[in-house]
């Protein structure tokens, strides 16, 4: 299975990106994909999930309401797209796949190379 990662950049705070992850190399119909980042303050923090479906959304309270996650079963693709973009958001963001629904990076069983987002103020 390999994950890739993609869509980070520079953008101005308050504004906007969209990542994707596509996946190849398995089955992930009825998978989970995990958005994780790797921030200068938390070594690996939990930012939101998908069921491959599309059915079970969940995030972290720091990006409620700002984030968003989708995903594209027929492609093996999920997407995060991130609004109301603050410097605080600025990492190194990773996508991984799983087979439960988790904020729990341990459960992941894969994981892409992660891309950065840098927000500036």
Do not use: H
């Amino acid at each position: 299975v390999q994950l890739q990662a993609s869509g980070g950049g520079l953008v101005q705070a308050g504004g906007s990106l969209r990542l994707s992850c596509a996946a190849s190399g398995g089955t992930f119909s009825g998978s989970t994909f995990g958005w994780f980042r790797q921030t200068p303050v938390v070594e690996r923090e939990f930012v939101a999930y998908i069921s491959a479906s599309g059915g079970s959304t969940y995030y972290a309270d720091s990006v409620k309401g700002r984030f968003t996650a989708s995903s594209d079963n027929a492609k093996g693709t999920a997407y995060l797209q991130m609004n109301s973009l603050k410097p605080e958001d600025t990492g190194v963001y990773y996508c991984a796949v799983g087979s439960v629904l988790s904020a729990v990076d341990r459960v992941y069983r894969y994981w892409g190379k992660g891309t950065l987002v840098t927000v500036s103020s």
